[in-house]
């Protein structure tokens, strides 16, 4: 008898046709009485969650997939090639994802292959947008042998597997220049940022925290699939990962801490303003309580305390990617944004939609691999009633 399980109706998969339906509906308006309708943007403040969330957060999410690639196959780490293709997937899905959201942000979508055609290499936008379009296209090449196994195409598979070291190559760049160039494109508005976010070194920072959160979101991605798919934990590998976020994260906290005192800003960290609460809080979410976490070796060996890590690091990177976007802006504008009702449902549909097609395709294809033996050096075991990890 076939399995009508995907029929049968949870509390999650009415959650999730519930965020379709609003999300849905939220679009169609969007698309037939414009921007105005729904949402709260104005001239005073036309950037808003799309541009903040779907836009700046979904690019920075998506880094795994450039990460680990670089540290595969640059760097010769083969041993994490087990989880590089679900890391690719999520970029993958990522980047589609923040393009479907570009095209409805956008006050004339229908023009945006302009960029191919009306070339203007003095824009940051340009070189974002080229950069995103062009790597797009290189994580699609990464996936397809995924695809190529599916269906058996094994010539076009071994052409593929010829080139993966020009692809993740060319992906390296593209990621890091359009990584950091999203971080360039506030640097022509100092006078309507606020101090504490604006600052010449905004590249660098949107670089290497996208490098800290593809790393966490790798840890983030492999326990929860591992949950959802009733799989075993790569946790020799990815408790290691946790060891490259205290070194990204420290270099990012160092150089924004320095840069502050260099910039004699430090006193506003002393003032009392929502700025100020925001900023701390940006600062203890996403940075000092996962390095706390993550350098107790404990804490970093223990699935829960690993993935409660990786959860501060994404937290604190959505919080930073918001604060810069939308607070710093606000400051000094006349005009209080915040998001509409239409445009958080249908930020909530394009992440649904992610989380659908990720679960999809990961149930047809061949997305996880198993782990050599020898990769497996720890064991769980139990000791009074507690889950902990022994060496093999």
Request: glycine share 6%; charged share 15%; hydrophobic share 55%.
């Amino acid at each position: 008898m076939k399995n009508n399980s995907i029929f049968k109706l949870t509390f999650w998969k009415g959650v999730a046709l519930l965020m379709l339906v609003i999300g849905g509906y939220s679009i169609f308006l969007r698309y037939t009485k414009g921007l105005g309708a729904v949402t709260n943007l104005s001239d005073q403040f036309s950037w808003g969650l799309w541009i903040g969330f779907d836009i700046l957060c979904g690019v920075g999410l998506a880094a795994g997939g450039f990460t680990l690639c670089a540290i595969v196959y640059i760097f010769n780490i083969k041993r994490f090639k087990p989880i590089i293709r679900p890391t690719i997937l999520t970029a993958f899905l990522g980047y589609l994802l923040v393009i479907f959201a570009l095209l409805i942000d956008l006050g004339r979508p229908w023009a945006i292959w302009h960029a191919l055609v009306m070339w203007n290499p003095h824009s940051v936008m340009f070189e974002v947008a080229w950069c995103v379009m062009l790597y797009t296209t290189v994580l699609f090449f990464e996936f397809s042998p995924i695809i190529l196994e599916k269906f058996k195409l094994y010539k076009l598979l071994k052409v593929i597997k010829a080139i993966t070291i020009p692809l993740v190559v060319a992906g390296v760049i593209l990621s890091t220049l359009h990584q950091s160039s999203l971080g360039s494109l506030y640097l022509i508005v100092p006078a309507k940022m606020h101090p504490l976010w604006y600052s010449s070194w905004l590249p660098v920072y949107f670089f290497l925290s996208a490098v800290s959160v593809g790393c966490a979101m790798i840890i983030f991605e492999s326990y929860l699939s591992a949950k959802a798919f009733n799989r075993q934990l790569e946790f020799s590998l990815v408790k290691d990962i946790g060891r490259w976020i205290v070194v990204a994260l420290g270099a990012y906290s160092v150089l924004k801490f320095m840069d502050l005192l260099h910039e004699g800003k430090l006193k506003l960290l002393l003032e009392s303003s929502e700025e100020t609460y925001l900023f701390w809080l940006e600062v203890i979410v996403g940075i000092f309580i996962p390095i706390i976490l993550l350098i107790v070796r404990k804490i970093r060996e223990n699935r829960i305390g690993l993935f409660a890590s990786a959860a501060f690091v994404i937290g604190g990177f959505l919080l930073n990617r918001m604060n810069v976007s939308i607070t710093s802006i606000q400051t000094f504008s006349d005009y209080y944004y915040f998001p509409s009702f239409y445009e958080i449902a249908t930020t909530l549909f394009i992440v649904t939609v992610g989380i659908i097609v990720f679960n999809l395709i990961v149930k047809n294809f061949k997305v996880f691999e198993e782990v050599p033996v020898h990769e497996n050096k720890f064991k769980y075991i139990v000791i009074d009633g507690r889950e902990a990890l022994k060496e093999n």
